[in-house]
């Protein structure tokens, strides 16, 4: 099998489907922690009750977590993707290689290494320091 064959350009599209997905549930994650802190921060200011400040960070724990393990698993898909594009390009691709969309790695390895990124880091950690910013500013 090699890369010119339909069967390996089918299963680089459906790796590819993956970690599209992936990189959707990433940013779909950080769209729905805006939004949870931004009603809560809302809320707490309309009551004018500063305590409640403090609930805008389980959403963004929350939302962290989750991000970082999706952010893992696109990560995990993508050395997968790398690795059938090297067999494919060496002529070394079996037929029971093809249309088995697995990991090659544990997502723990890459879920640590994702809670280190910068795009995970610089945007949780603003809204972070924007809820402790709300909590002085509300008192």
């Known amino acids: 099998m090699n890369v010119e064959s339909p069967a390996g350009k089918a299963h680089l ?5 993956v970690i599209q997905r992936m990189a959707a549930n990433s940013a779909s994650c950080k769209t729905w922690c805006i939004s949870l802190v931004s009603a809560i ?12 400040v403090w609930l805008a960070l389980l959403p963004t724990l929350m939302f962290f977590l989750l991000d970082t393990y999706d952010l893992a698993f696109e990560k995990g898909f993508r050395d997968s993707y790398n690795t059938c594009v090297k067999h494919l390009h060496s002529g070394s691709a079996a ?3 093809l249309f088995r969309v697995a990991l090659e ?5 890459h879920q640590w290494k ?3 990124s910068l795009s995970v880091w610089g945007f949780y950690g603003c809204l972070a320091v924007l809820v402790g910013a709300a909590f002085a500013f509300i008192r």
């Open 41 to 52: 921060l809302v809320v707490a200011a309309d009551k004018g009750k500063p305590h409640v």
């Open 13 to 17: 599209d459906i790796m590819q489907g």
């Open 105 to 109: 790695s544990r997502v723990s390895d």
């Open 114 to 116: 994702a809670m280190k």
């Open 95 to 97: 037929d029971s290689d």
